[in-house]
């Protein structure tokens, strides 16, 4: 399976400012996931970044408030701007890797953000 | 809408079973997962499931009725580090991922 490298591990930020989380993969992939995961409840799909076109977004979200980087095919960003306590959460970024015969999620280990 | 039910949090003692149940109403279904995930730490992959019946890995099983809209994990002679949240995840007709709150498992010396 794939290895993803997230930062930063965790981040502390003032209200009103913007914060970049790095994903890094050891292969190429063509699609990475970005995921929120707020306390004690479970995964919310943000969006889906694919290189070379704009990132997918899932009801609920938007570009502006969650741009993404998608430069090449190991390496994505996920910007969460203008911040508010309501965004402290976690955000992990996750790719698809055959496994067992099914395309199976691999995670970054997460970025844990607490917005003041 | 699309639902996936498990319980909140389970308590078990260690050295014993426990069964998780996971119920789940898709639009389709495409294969469903189930993952671990210790505290302040990302899910790891524990099972998958597209058929009927039980797939076996070690002390983790995973079981599956399709008809029901039924999975269950099983996990036999716990051991404290089994100490996690456990979700389940559904693939739907559009190869989205719809995933269960979690279920927290506590074990007990």
């Known amino acids: 399976s794939a290895v993803i490298s997230q930062k930063p591990s965790r981040d502390i930020c003032q209200r009103g400012t913007s914060l970049t989380i790095q994903c890094q993969v050891d292969s190429q992939v063509t699609m990475m996931f970005w995921y929120r995961q707020q306390p004690g409840q479970s995964l919310t799909l943000i969006a889906t970044a694919n290189q070379g076109s704009e990132a997918t977004y899932e009801s609920g979200f938007v570009i502006d408030k969650f741009p993404i980087s998608r430069p090449n095919l190991t390496f994505s960003t996920l910007t969460v701007s203008n911040m508010s306590p309501e965004d402290s959460s976690i955000y992990l970024c996750s790719v698809e890797t055959g496994t067992s015969g099914a395309n199976v999620l691999t995670f970054g280990a997460g970025s844990r953000l607490t917005v003041l | 809408g699309q639902n996936i039910d498990q319980p909140t949090e389970m308590t078990a003692t260690e050295g014993a079973i426990v069964q998780i149940n996971c119920t789940y109403q898709t639009s389709g279904f495409n294969g469903l997962f189930w993952y671990q995930q210790h505290a302040g730490e990302a899910p790891t992959f524990l099972s998958y499931?597209?058929l009927d019946g039980l797939e076996e890995k070690g002390r983790f099983s995973s079981f599956l009725s399709r008809s029901k809209g039924y999975s269950y994990l099983l996990l036999k002679e716990l051991q404290m580090k089994d100490s996690a949240s456990y979700l389940c995840a559904v693939r739907d007709s559009n190869y989205q991922l719809i995933w269960g709150a979690g279920t927290k498992l506590i074990i007990k010396p």
């Open positions: 499931n597209v």
